[in-house]
């Protein structure tokens, strides 16, 4: 730290930024082409980003390198970050002020944009330089340099970004960045902690804002989506329900009336003997009624319990059986005459339930 500022106060006498003059040079360093870089990751590599964690390369020198990181949000998010310049603002270290003086959209559709950057030093010292970049939307990326029509603080200064959509994960992307920046007088190795501290710095910020951008909406696609799954899972529960109420009624009411005849026969003959109690009787035609299916086994156990009154009741109304066949009818009533003629000399109470 120490060294840093003896270098500040050295070469704040010889470097001063103006917009009047030009810089020095046209460009010392090699400036990034528009487009695809090729950039060949390991399997571990690949195992990294996919947990989160940034890859580092630095080339021999130390003085650029490459960093790549994996951002949880679609690529859009990730290059809004990236160029709205004037917000890089208390989101990229130490700097302090950013603010466009160009702005161009050419016939290719790319956009030139053209910017004063002010780098935060240490004991009140700083940083002005003049930055040109260029982004490609169909490529998805944008290359920097000098603007050598002014005069920077910087001797030089070159960079790319780029974001690649992952078609396998459409809600993530994957960052590129890579830079190079001489000052002169600066020792080397401030140079190489600068860049190593750089590259560190510059995916992180990118993918901590665009995550944080894209939050929102996410939340509210994860809601619509268990929204979504919620009601096809409450139709498809109604649609079988209705289904089974549709085969039950079918399967019932097609038995019906042979579970109400059988229900009759067997409580007359079975039944209507006076050693047998009125709970057992109603009982047991509850029972007989049970093997009906569907509606027409309820009905039939129904009607055996509206049957439970005694038989003096029934006769004294005048009691006839609720067949809806008049034969049946008929048939139960010569039934019940004759049970009573053979059983009159009984000397016990005769109890008779004839079920419909």
């Known amino acids: 730290m120490r060294a840093l500022a003896v ?155 780029r974001v690649d959509a992952l078609p396998e994960q459409p809600a993530r992307c994957r960052v590129f960045y890579s830079s190079s920046s001489l000052v002169l007088g600066m020792p080397q190795f401030v140079m190489d902690l600068l860049t190593s501290q750089a590259l560190k710095a510059s995916t992180a910020w990118v993918k901590k804002h665009a995550e944080l951008q894209y939050e929102p909406r996410r939340l509210t696609a994860e809601r619509a989506a268990a929204a979504s799954a919620a009601a096809s899972s409450v139709s498809s529960g109604r649609g079988a329900a209705e289904a089974g109420a549709k085969g039950g009624r079918g399967g019932g009411g097609g038995d019906g009336g042979g579970a109400r005849r059988r229900l009759s026969w067997r409580c007359a003959f079975a039944l209507g003997h006076a050693d047998v109690t009125a709970p057992e009787r109603v009982h047991a035609c509850r029972a007989e009624a049970g093997e ?30 609720t067949d809806s066949d008049g034969a049946s009818a008929w048939f139960n009533l010569v039934l019940i005459a004759s049970m009573l003629l053979l059983q009159c000399s009984s000397p016990y109470r005769m109890f008779l339930v004839v079920a419909s």
């Not at 005694?310 to 009691?319: I, K, N």
Request: glycine share 10%.
């Open 7 to 161: 270098w500040c106060a050295l070469v704040s006498r010889t470097l001063a930024a103006s917009t009047k003059e030009a810089h020095p040079h046209r460009g010392v360093l090699k400036a990034y082409t528009n487009g695809h870089m090729a950039i060949d990751l390991s399997a571990s590599e690949e195992r990294a980003l996919a947990e989160g964690k940034m890859v580092m390369r630095m080339n021999a020198e130390k003085t650029s390198g490459v960093a790549v990181q994996d951002v949880a949000a679609p690529a859009e998010f990730a290059l809004a970050q990236i160029t709205d310049g004037e917000g890089y603002v208390g989101k990229v270290p130490g700097l302090s002020s950013v603010k466009n003086y160009f702005d161009k959209r050419r016939a290719d559709g790319s956009v030139e944009t053209k910017a004063t950057y002010v780098v935060k030093l240490v004991m009140g010292y700083q940083l002005e330089y003049y930055i040109s970049q260029l982004y490609s939307p169909k490529a998805r990326c944008l290359t920097w340099t000098l603007d050598y029509d002014r005069k920077s603080d910087l001797h030089d200064s070159v960079g790319y970004w």
């Open 292 to 321: 009906g299916e569907g509606e027409g086994a309820g009905a039939s156990s129904t009607a055996g319990a509206r049957m439970a009154p005694s038989p003096s009741s029934r006769f004294a109304r005048g009691w006839a059986a």
